[in-house]
Structure formats: C-alpha cells, structure tokens
C-alpha cells in the first residue's frame, strides 16, 4: 500500500449557514480560512427519502443538498462549502442536456481560483457515466469528486452522511489533484474510468474491476494509491466548445438466439454510432454481425464490449475487425463505451481513430 495517512480533521465545530446569493448559491459557509469547495446537486437516493417508515422505496431528490450538509455538522470544520443546484433527478433520468450543463458548471466551478475542488451529489445508477463523461471534457487539474449513497437520506444507517463527508475531504485534500473525476463511496475512492456499479441495493455495490481502486478514504483521512493509467482531464483532446447535442449512439445487448432486429432499429433511429454488449470477448451470432458489419460498412461506428463485466476485448481475436470495420473496447464497459463514443464522435467517423481513443482513454 503507497497510500498517504493523514492526521485525524480537526474537533467538529458547528456548521455555520449564511444564505447569499439566492439565485445561484443556495448556502454558503462563512469561514475564509479553509479550502472552498463547491457542491453541484444533482438529486440521486444520496437527498431521497423513504415513502414510509419501512419502505424500499423512495422520491429521489426530495432534500435539498443544504439539508443533506445540515446533517452533517461535521463538515463546517472540513471546508467552506457552496451549493449550487444542478438537477433534482433521479439519475436513471440522466441525460445528454443534463451532461451539457453539469460539464459546464463543473468547468465554471473549477476555474474559479477561489475553489479548490467539485462535488457532484448524484444517483449510483448512473454515476460511473457521469463521472466518466466529465473525466474527458473537463479542463482541470482539480479534483472532482462524485457522491451519492444506496440509501435514502432517511433511512436506518443511511450511508449518504459519511460518503458526502469523505467526499469532501477528498476535494478539499491537494494529493487528489491530478487524478481526474473520482467518485467516492462506502469509505473508497474510484477512478472515473475504473467504477462500475454491481449490485442493485448493497452500500458496497462499487467495484473498480482489474485496475483498482483509486484509494480509501477513512472518516476523512485519505489512502491514495496509484495515479490513473490512461488520459482525462487536462489530457483530454475532446471538448464541448460549440457542441449542443452529443451524437446517438444505442447499446444493444447481445444474447443466445439474437437475430438482427435491434441492430437495423438502432440505425433506423438515426443511430451514429453502436455498442454491443457482447457475449464473451464481445461476440455475437452471425445475424447479428452481419447487421453490425452492414452497419459499419454505412458508416456508423461500431464498438464490440462485453456483457461480462470483465476482461479486455481485443481486435480480430474471434471476430475480424479489420474486414467488419469494427472497433475493440478494449477494457470499457458498454456504458462506459458509449461515452467515449460520443465524444469521439463528435471529432471523427474514422473507426482507426476511434479505436485509438479506445487504447487512450
Ligand atoms: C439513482 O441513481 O438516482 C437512484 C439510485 C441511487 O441513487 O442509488
């Protein structure tokens, strides 16, 4: 373990609200001399609460992040905190529109020099797609630190308090600098291209699969580990610079006994681009790769993942990309493939291009 330990916060005070500039900043602490971090909300299990007592179920987005931050007292002698509402949704209703604006507010909040770094309140569902698409358009160096819980703000042992705890003590600390988007839950710190969510209700639900975790973050106290492999951030080459709407691209699951329906539907849809969750190293029946391979042949980008939820696929191992014009995902997940896509989309159609962004990022 390379990670660094760091001397237990400071004794908790009491946390210290002023409301300033309603429009934009819904609270404000007030003290100068700490790091300033900016919270952007944007709903998730992290501000739901229960429909009753017992309930599994939940309105997500029902708090807002001052109350979240109110339940935390602890926090006041963390950071200076800022809050700016970002969305109130849950994030299985993230979207491209939302993206464009949370990149943006991301960006805006990282060049201000009086912050020294982002948290972003969102739902798990859809994290590890959040969090990667801001770890390739975002230009800083500071960190941004995605949060949310598994459950709601009122449930027994809800783990929303510590998480947002930790997650702002990991913004606030300087070794986090450098590291691209992290997301922080149940006392680990995830690399944006590593998470992945595995389990439907459990608070351990994120893994980071063959590369790792990014570190641990005990009450505050920060582990780090190895610096991210491949490039983000400051190293990215895509940006949202006159971009209004992110190009479709549609995964469609592979499956024993497919044949080629979904394929054609996508790209009747207007479908720029493709992945397929494939079986194994990113396979598929033979219906099926012939709609894909027509497809690339139109010029659509198709990218072959797997469903397994691990391994690398590599070109032309069981399937000839070369002939099919196919791209490898190398080692990102469907979803996360379909980020990169996007973007990559929104600079070429080459695939050879493309499947470069696949071995860079
Ligand atoms: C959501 O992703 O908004 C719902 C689930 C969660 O936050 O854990």
Redesign the pocket.
Known sequence: MTGRVYPDPPPFGAPKFAKTEKNVFAARTMSASLPRIRILAT????A?AQTGDRARGYR?GAFSVEALIAAVPQLAALAALEVEPVAA????DMDDATWLRLAARTQAAADDSAITGVVIT??????EETAFFLNLVVRTAKPIVLV???RPATAMSADGPMNLYNAVAVAADPAAVGRGALVVANDEIHFAREITKTNTTQVGTFRSGHRGLAGLVNNGRLHLYGPPVRRHTTASEFTLAGISALPRVDIIYAHAGMDRKLIDAAVQAGARGLVLAGVGDGNAGSLALRAAAEAAAAGIAVVRSSRTGGGVVERNIETDDDTSGFIAADELNPQKSRVLLMLGLTCTADPRVLQEYFFSY
């Open positions: 709903g998730g299990t992290i739901g997500a949704i849950g994030s299985q969102h739902g798990t569902d859809t994290m949310g819980a598994m």
